[in-house]
Every structure is written in C-alpha cells, then in structure tokens.
C-alpha cells in the first residue's frame, strides 16, 4: 500500500495568515492526489483533485500542487470558517490512503 | 453538489453484519464511481473500497478483505456497504462518497454518514 504522510500534524495560525499543508507520498503518484477539508461532526468536503484542479464551488483562496511524491495545500488567507481539519488522498492505486491530516485551530 | 443520502445509525452487536445504504439521485449512477470510506472516532479518513456500477466489480482494502461486500443496485440508484463479523473496532461513522467524473474516482459528493455502533 501506498503510505501518505502529512505535516505538520497540526498548526495554530492567525486570521490572515497564509498556511502550508505538506503531503508525501511514499512511491510516485504522479498527480493522482486529492484534498479534503473536514469540520467536527461532519462529513469531508472535497476541494481539490488532481493535486493542483478546484473542485467548483471552493473559493480561489484554496490551492493545491505537486506530483510525483511531495504536495502540497495553500490556504492564501486563512478566514475563520477554515479552521478544520485536512487530509490528502491517493489515487494512484488501490487502496486510496488517506494521509492522517492536518489540523489547523485559532492561534 | 450532489446529494448522497445514506441509511440511519445502527447498533450492532459484536459478530454480527451490518449493511449500510447509500442512495444517488438522477440518472447518472451507473458510470460513477462509489467509495465507502470510514472514521473511528477522533481517528482520520480510511477507504474501505469501492464500486463503479456499471462495470460491477468492487476493489477492497487488503484490511476488509473477506470481512466486506460493496454492491450497487442500478435500478434503484443505490450502492450498499456490508460488514461482517463485526468488533468493538468497527465503531465508526461510515461514509459513502462519489466520483467527480464517469468512470473517476477521485471524490467530489459525500454522503452524511451514518454511524455504526458495536456493542454488547
């Protein structure tokens, strides 16, 4: 199986503030990655896939790339529904893993 | 968006099954791609497997091998997720999710998920 790891695991950061999600994969994976946000008692929301293409509907502040092995997840300006968590998704083969998320709270 | 409505909570006693509904709205169901995915509680994502209806062969995570049966209903738009010989450690809320494009499986569309309890 291919292994997702992400870091940093979690992270405080201000209204504002640009945020770097990191994603590795451990074999190449080309573009075959996917990112989802996901809030307390609620199920996962999809925002990014093919590693750097936005699922419609996500604002523009959102941005994904990489290939290969290393990703990343670039929230420009963070606003204060954006505090969650976020996982990134293989699907270069089967099984899809999931990396085992970042979050971000209120610093 | 598309609107995934999957079945009530359950709760389950250890060794027995569990099945569990996912219902796809319109008329594109058959060429898109369902996964099942799941959270234990306080723990992150994992996908459990998957189906693309139209061709009628589920795929697995080595893990749930033998244990669950993915299956798709083309007449009534609904993929079901069966569980068996359930433990403690299949607490959890279970989702369904579908691809954005024919035949993709990258996710775009959630089901609500619905939590499954095991307990004696």
């Known amino acids: 199986d291919i292994q997702m790891t992400q870091s940093p695991s979690s992270l405080s950061a201000s209204v504002g503030d640009r945020v770097t999600i990191t994603c590795r994969a451990s074999?190449?994976?080309?573009?075959?990655v996917a990112w989802f946000q996901q809030k307390p008692g609620k199920a996962p929301k999809s925002l990014i896939y093919a590693a750097s293409s936005l699922e419609s509907g996500v604002p523009s502040k959102f941005s994904g790339s990489g290939s290969g092995t290393d990703f990343t997840l670039t929230i420009s300006s963070l606003q204060p529904e954006d505090f969650a968590t976020y996982y990134c998704q293989q699907y270069n083969s089967y099984p899809f893993t999931f990396g085992p998320g970042t979050k971000v709270d209120i610093k | 968006q598309v609107q995934l409505v999957q079945s009530g909570a359950e709760v389950k006693k250890p060794g027995s099954s569990v099945k569990v509904s996912c219902k796809a709205p319109g008329d594109t169901f058959s060429n898109y791609a369902i996964s099942w995915v799941r959270q234990a509680p306080g723990e992150g994502l994992e996908w459990m497997g998957g189906?693309?209806?139209?061709?009628?062969?589920?795929r697995y995570a080595q893990k749930f091998q033998g244990r669950v049966s993915i299956t798709a209903d083309e007449s009534t738009r609904t993929a079901y997720m069966e569980l068996r010989s359930l433990g403690s450690e299949d607490t959890a809320v279970y989702y369904c999710?579908?691809?954005?494009?024919?035949?993709?499986?990258?996710?775009?569309?959630w089901g609500q998920g619905t939590l499954v309890t095991v307990s004696s």
């Open positions: 999710a579908r691809g954005r494009d024919i035949s993709s499986w990258f996710v775009k569309d």
């Open positions: 189906i693309i209806p139209i061709l009628n062969t589920p």
């Open positions: 074999q190449a994976i080309s573009n075959y």
